[in-house]
């Protein structure tokens, strides 16, 4: 396993085998890519992107940003048809709001989660390094998934 991996595993293991979290399974979110995997997409890469950042000796609450970015998107229903084209705007709350009631929330992650979709949101503003790596994961993620997977 590598060391991304065992990461991965230690800080959002259980939230990956969650049924909960599995529920976004359910839903698409990219092209063909489901919700869940998206999450998982953005996590590794957030993954990714921390271990760069400690490599030249930046501090990263790597628990934090993992579970941040794996509940990031846990809004639980099918934005192309509940939400429509207001789904971009409102989500990160009810995401947080989800992950807060099932899961539990330190008040980074929960930050995390609401300003992962800036600019979008102007007023929520990533302000930690972690938001900012998870908002960038997810832009990242959202470009590869929606054009090289439809």
Not at 3 to 32: V, Y
Not at 59 to 83: I, K, N, Q, T
Not at 100 to 108: C, Q
Request: glycine letters at 4%.
């Amino acid at each position: 396993m590598s060391e991304t991996n065992s990461a991965l595993e230690r800080e959002i293991g259980e939230i990956r085998r969650d049924p909960r979290a599995l529920a976004m399974k359910q839903f698409i979110q990219h092209g063909r890519v489901t919700t869940y995997d998206h999450c998982l997409n953005v996590a590794r890469l957030s993954s990714r992107m921390s271990k760069r950042l400690q490599s030249l000796s930046i501090r990263v609450d790597e628990h934090s940003l993992l579970r941040g970015a794996m509940l990031h998107d846990y809004f639980l229903y099918d934005w192309h048809h509940h939400e429509g084209r207001w789904h971009g705007y409102r989500h990160p709350v009810i995401a947080a709001q989800n992950a807060k009631r099932d899961f539990g929330l330190t008040n980074k992650e929960e930050a995390i989660i609401l300003t992962h979709m800036w600019p979008l949101t102007l007023r929520h503003i990533p302000l930690t390094r972690e938001a900012w790596i998870v908002c960038l994961a997810d832009k990242w993620c959202c470009a590869r998934e929606t054009l090289t997977q439809r």
